[in-house]
């Protein structure tokens, strides 16, 4: 299983993002994948989660309204649009199998600094 996170930067307050999850090693489209995060200091918290099919979504409270996750089956890759981003949104950003409960190992993520 290779999880490659790629998208992250620099940006200020109130910009986008796009980030990407290239999936290898199983099988992408039978998989319910989500985006994690980790800000300094805090532990790894669930940022968006996708059924395996990308009907069902679920979100934090905290990036809901802001944030999109989708998947392309047929690219096994996972994205999140990230619009409006607050200077709280900083952490290293990772996807990962599994829906309410990560499956597998960690990625090396991808740094979202927001900052101005």
């Known amino acids: 299983v290779q999880l490659v996170e790629s998208g992250g930067g620099l940006v200020q307050p109130g910009g986008s993002l796009r980030l990407s999850c290239a999936a290898s090693?199983?099988?992408?489209?039978?998989?319910?994948m989500s985006w994690y995060r980790q800000a300094p200091g805090k532990e790894r918290e669930l940022v968006a989660a996708?059924?395996?099919?990308?009907?069902?979504?679920n979100y934090a409270a905290s990036v809901k309204g802001r944030f999109t996750i989708s998947r392309d089956n047929a690219k096994n890759t996972l994205y999140l649009q990230m619009n409006s981003l607050k200077p709280e949104d900083t952490a290293v950003y990772y996807c990962?199998?599994?829906?309410?409960?990560?499956?597998?190992?960690w990625g090396q993520g991808t740094q979202v600094t927001v900052s101005s």
């Open positions: 996708v059924s395996s099919g990308g009907v069902l979504t």
């Open positions: 090693g199983f099988t992408f489209r039978s998989s319910a």
């Open positions: 990962i199998r599994g829906w309410a409960t990560p499956q597998g190992s």
